[in-house]
């Protein structure tokens, strides 16, 4: 459903500061996979998402979504095929609107249709029986202003907003990073629960091995703009936290740089 052909990124060509970000990367996504996706810092990742959300354009290479050619296809195109969340909760959505507004918005724009005022009474429904769902009181607060909620509300809203319009392919990139434990695991099942409801194809950055582990179908490593490991299924299953890092070191002659890794298997998180 996606395919990435050869796709290679270089920034600031021909300066001392030329850098190339994703090197002659090729990967291919089925209907409902759920890949996370880890790597040191500055591996690519990051890159990655904004080259398939057109963020910018590839300097080579073709990325394909459900067999259409989206290589140069604008970015706001996309988004009505692609939901991407990031790492800061305050991006996704519009402080000095209500929960209800955001949500109309989001719904509005990945339909297609125009931006119509006000929320219509049927939508507003919707909206209240999909919040619901979080557990999170958020349904006694549709006329709430999205300013006045906490960091894990609020990136929980925008997931909700991503996902609303049922996107053929959703991109997390650390998007629980930025929150205190409790909402990032709140934040995180809540995840789980609709990418398995909707069946959506997703990509999950994160920086926590353990859980790139355990979380979806398919992890894949990223390095110096390549993909050096990309295993499922069994070899997944068997795959520990320290056999990973072993493998990275082999690939790369370097110690995984992750400012934020998880270092044991039991769960803790450094930095
Ligand atoms: N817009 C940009 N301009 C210049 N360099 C960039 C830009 N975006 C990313 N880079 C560089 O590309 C490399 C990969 O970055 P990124 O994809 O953000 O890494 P990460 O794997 O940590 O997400 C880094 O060296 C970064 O500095
Ligand atoms: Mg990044």
């Avoid at 519009?94 to 249709?113: C, H, Q, V, W």
């Avoid at 557990?135 to 809203?157: D, H, N």
Wanted: charged share 25%.
């Amino acid at each position: 459903m996606l395919r990435i052909t050869d796709a290679c990124k270089t920034f600031l060509k021909g300066t001392v500061n030329e850098h190339t970000a994703l090197d002659r990367l090729s990967l291919s996504l089925g209907e409902g996979e759920f890949v996370t996706v880890i790597g040191s810092n500055g591996a690519g990742k990051s890159t990655l998402f904004n080259a398939i959300g057109g963020t910018f354009l590839l300097d080579h290479g073709t990325i394909e979504l459900e067999g259409k050619d989206i290589t140069f296809l604008p970015e706001h195109k996309r988004a009505i095929m692609i939901g991407r969340l990031f790492q800061d909760p305050l991006k996704g959505s519009a402080p000095d609107m209500t929960i209800e507004e955001n949500l109309a918005l989001a719904y509005s724009r990945k339909k297609g249709n125009p931006l119509r005022r006000g929320v219509r009474r049927c939508d507003t429904e919707f909206f209240r029986e999909e919040i619901t769902r979080f557990g999170m009181g958020l349904e006694e607060r549709m006329k709430t202003k999205v300013g006045l909620l906490s960091g894990g509300q609020r990136q929980a809203l925008s997931l909700l907003m991503s996902t609303i319009g049922k996107p053929r392919l959703l991109l997390l990139d650390e998007h629980t990073a930025a929150l205190d434990p409790a909402s990032a695991e709140k934040v995180m099942q809540i995840t789980k629960d609709i990418v398995s409801r909707e069946r959506l194809t997703t990509m999950m950055i994160t920086h926590n091995i353990q859980s790139a582990l355990k979380t979806g179908t398919r992890t894949i490593m990223m390095d110096r703009g390549r993909i050096i490991l990309d295993i499922s299924g069994e070899e997944r299953a068997q795959m520990t936290v320290s056999r990973l890092m072993e493998l990275y070191t082999r690939h790369s002659n370097a110690v995984f740089d992750n400012d934020r890794m998880l270092l044991s298997e039991s769960g803790e998180q450094g930095g």
